[in-house]
């Protein structure tokens, strides 16, 4: 990005591209939909349309994330987060789990390598029907701070103005932080070696009543290991669900749940800001990865990993963006569903 001399609005065009295409790729995911932009009310279905590749959408298909793979397994609770949340997938126990491993994509065709976001859906189901939705990314923070901004944001990415994207970064140095990261982060060649992230908000309410504002994580017991862009390009175009499908073979794969607890003064509406390091940490769980399956016939496939699909003990916050998610997640969702003759389950499984 600029240098540490050069003020925010004389960011380098380069890295802005490369910003571009990256936001472009996530944005729909998040994008602000509620019709708080009004005079010029942005709706779902607008939002959705927006993000379509040059192509058209691939009917049948999520319109967002839309390669992906599933998992079965299930989350083993260890006790500690009943002390946060009443949520009854808290208490210790183990409760069935579902999850999409995806690329932040609109893309189908998109070659693996060239995605620079890496997703994890997840469903997590108690018994008496509850259940927690989740949809993370391993990007550890968002790259701008209101929605609003994020819908500027796709606004200059794809404006065909030569200035749009530098001067919107002039207004908004959060985007910075957000390139950088994109830039000098490592890839690595498997989902089992990435973190996933909520980046947004939520309320924890506990049984006696205390609330307390967090985030969370989820972080592999894989180690990662970096592997330079130039090499994963070599790989297959859909490596990353070859890799996964084949991992498995050798045994499950796990991540630690880890509840991250805001204090005063912390930005909980914004998730392009990360809260310091030291803030208090609470392992509540792991979840395992038992199986793997294709989309077509997979357990995933006809869920709507709506972030505010939550049990009790859980709610939103402050942070605007999960509500924005979940209208574009149910504009998607409707039109997948309709389009389900042209995505159908192969002949061994699952219908539609």
């Not at 972080?219 to 859909?238: R, S």
């Amino acid at each position: 990005m600029s240098s540490p001399n050069q003020p925010p609005a004389r960011v380098a065009l380069g890295p802005l591209i490369f910003i571009a295409l990256v936001v472009a790729a996530i944005a729909a995911a998040f994008a602000y939909t509620a019709g708080w932009l009004s005079p010029q009310r942005l709706t779902p279905n607008k939002v959705v349309a927006a993000f379509a590749p040059p192509g058209g959408p691939a009917l049948g298909h999520r319109r967002n994330h839309v390669k992906g793979i599933c998992f079965t397994g299930f989350f083993e609770a260890n006790g500690a987060g009943s002390g946060l949340s009443e949520a009854p997938m808290f208490r210790t126990g183990q409760y069935p789990a579902i999850g999409r491993f995806n690329l932040a994509t609109s893309d189908i065709k998109a070659a693996d390598a060239t995605v620079r976001i890496r997703g994890m859906a997840l469903q997590i189901a108690a018994p008496g029907g509850q259940v927690w939705r989740t949809a993370m990314i391993d990007s550890p923070f968002f790259p701008v701070s209101t929605p609003r901004a994020l819908y500027g944001l796709v606004v200059a990415s794809g404006s065909k103005e030569p200035d749009a994207m530098k001067t919107f970064a002039g207004a908004h140095p959060e985007l910075g932080h957000f390139g950088a990261w994109a830039q000098s982060a490592p890839w690595t060649g498997s989902y089992a070696e990435e973190p996933y992230n909520s980046l947004n908000s939520f309320v924890f309410t506990s049984a006696t009543g205390a609330t307390s504002v967090v985030r969370w994580s989820f972080l592999p017991a894989t180690q990662p290991v970096a592997i330079p862009p130039d090499e994963l390009a070599k790989q297959p175009p859909d490596f990353l669900e070859q890799e996964i499908t084949q991992r498995i073979k050798s045994g499950p794969l796990h991540w630690t749940l880890v509840i991250h607890v805001a204090e005063s003064g912390d930005k909980t509406s914004d998730p392009s800001q990360e809260w310091p390091q030291n803030r208090r940490a609470v392992e509540v769980g792991k979840l395992t990865v038992q199986d793997i399956e294709p989309e077509a016939n997979g357990p995933c496939r006809d869920i709507n990993f709506d972030p505010t699909v939550l049990p009790t003990g859980m709610g939103t916050s402050d942070d605007p963006f999960p509500a924005a998610r979940s209208s574009a997640y149910r504009r998607s969702y409707d039109l997948r569903t309709a389009e389900a003759a042209d995505y159908p389950a192969t002949a061994s499984g699952a219908t539609p």
